[in-house]
């Protein structure tokens, strides 16, 4: 499989009234054809800067001073608004967010806004009449029972499921080759969760479009990802396929979030993580997750540990796992105590 989207060193920061805030420091990560791609990490990770970031949707306070975004080998980044509005963003590039509550118009019937992606996705050549029964068939797709009586409804007359649902029937409309899926089955009670992840992978097979899937659950990724990485306080800490993730865990934040999923282990409590994600403005020196971990040593407190390929396909940024790092720090420790003595 090719890369369909390669982020290389991305960095993004927030101006804020105290300086400026890393919510994406250093991220390296790769998604390709057909693949579902999970990004998971507790609230405040970065995980939606990122998501933001690939279709040029950041708010003004965000900067790049970093990185590069190659979506089918053209820089995102470098792209004008004009090119990323009329080529990319709902085109190649669809977004579904968590709220479905909010993302359809009040105003109009749910069959009216549909036909209205078809007919820009059209460019206005086709008229609207026209465009109905390839909305009803939409809407059919993504499971939506009695479509046509369902097309002259309006949204507050849908469920929070049938509304993603519909969210997903536009995001798809245009066959986009990435779809970015944040939060998106949040709001969702689990049994309408399951039916949307089904549509997903459904989806996926039909039209071969790659998702990155955006969550702080490791129990709705492991369902439908091929690859998943972990992120902590704007960096990836772990990436690996999804079936080695789960089976043998390395980063010590990883093993935390796996702790607090039902059926994991086998105690009867849920575990917690104590502590929270560091302050991004004014993150610890060394290892950001040395406050909450529980290997942290004394190396941890200094140097920060690099993603690092520790076997086939699994990269870790943890000095548990990486011996040459631990040693060449120990050198370096021991010069330093040689000096002194000196
Ligand atoms: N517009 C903004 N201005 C300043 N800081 C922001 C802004 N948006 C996000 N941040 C900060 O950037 C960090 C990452 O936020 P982001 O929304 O990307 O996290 P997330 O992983 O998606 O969290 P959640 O799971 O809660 O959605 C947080 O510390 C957040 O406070
Ligand atoms: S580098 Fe050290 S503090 Fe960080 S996760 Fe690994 S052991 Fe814990
Ligand atoms: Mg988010």
Request: hydrophobic letters at 35%.
């Amino acid at each position: 499989m090719n890369a369909l989207l390669s982020i290389e060193d991305l960095t993004v920061q927030y101006r804020t009234r105290n300086g400026y805030s890393l919510a994406v420091e250093d991220v390296n990560l790769e998604i390709k054809n057909g693949e579902i791609f999970g990004l998971v990490g507790e609230s405040g990770s970065g995980k939606s800067t990122l998501g933001k970031a690939i279709v040029k949707l950041l708010p003004v306070s965000a900067e790049i001073p970093a990185g590069k975004i190659f979506f089918k080998n053209r820089d995102i980044i470098t792209l004008s608004e004009q090119t990323i509005n009329n080529e990319i963003r709902g085109k190649e590039i669809s977004m579904v967010l968590q709220n479905p509550q909010n993302a359809l118009n009040p105003v109009f019937k749910v069959g009216t806004q549909l036909v209205d992606v078809l007919y820009f996705k059209n460019n206005k050549k086709i008229k609207r009449k026209n465009l109905k029964q390839d909305a009803i068939e939409m809407l059919k797709k993504t499971g939506i029972s009695d479509p046509e009586y369902r097309f002259e409804e309006y949204p507050h007359q849908f469920s929070g499921g049938m509304k993603q649902r519909v969210l997903l029937a536009m995001a798809f409309i245009s066959h986009p080759s990435l779809l970015i899926a944040d939060e998106p089955t949040t709001a969702l009670d689990v049994t309408i969760e399951a039916q949307i992840l089904a549509l997903l992978k459904d989806l996926v097979r039909e039209y071969g479009t790659s998702i990155l899937y955006i969550t702080h659950d490791l129990g709705v990724v492991s369902e439908i990802t091929d690859r998943i990485a972990v992120m902590y306080a704007g960096k990836i800490v772990e990436s690996a396929k999804t079936d080695d993730l789960f089976d043998e865990p390395l980063h010590p934040y990883t093993k935390a979030l796996l702790k607090c999923l039902p059926g994991y282990s086998s105690k009867e409590q849920l575990a917690t993580i104590p502590g929270q994600v560091p302050n991004l403005n004014n993150k610890p020196t060394g290892c950001n997750f040395c406050p909450r971990c529980d290997y942290c040593f004394a190396l941890c407190q200094k140097e920060e540990p690099r993603l690092r390929e520790y076997k086939a396909d699994h990269s870790v940024a943890c000095f548990l796992y990486n011996q040459e790092e631990k040693e060449e720090a120990e050198v370096e420790d021991e010069k330093v105590n040689e000096k002194e003595g000196a």
